[in-house]
């Protein structure tokens, strides 16, 4: 059940993304530091969205990872002082 909500909310966050797209397509100047480009606003929208996800997930992933070495510490110390007593 939870996989199937999660999957209608997936379906949905992706087409209100594709009625926004849709309705975006003026060009856009981007400057960066030394070159600058033309960018359809939709697909400019696309590309930062995707980078705070990229970005999210491996904030995401640093933390776990950390914690994850944090559990295992805290179990092997467990095992020693549960075999010391």
Request: aromatic share 10%; hydrophobic share 50%; net charge positive.
């Given at each position: 059940m939870k996989g199937l909500?999660?999957?209608l909310v997936l379906i949905i966050v992706l087409v209100?993304?594709?009625i926004i797209g849709?309705?975006?397509?003026?060009?856009v100047t981007i400057n960066y530091l030394i070159?600058?480009?033309e960018l359809r606003q939709s697909t400019l929208m696309a590309i930062v969205f995707s980078?705070?996800?990229v970005i999210g997930m491996l904030t995401f992933f640093s933390s776990w990872l950390k914690l994850?070495?944090?559990v295992k510490s805290l179990r092997n110390q467990l095992k020693r002082l549960s075999t010391e007593e």
């Open positions: 909500l999660t999957f209100i993304a594709v849709s309705r975006n397509q003026e060009l070159a600058q480009s980078l705070g996800v994850t070495w944090k």
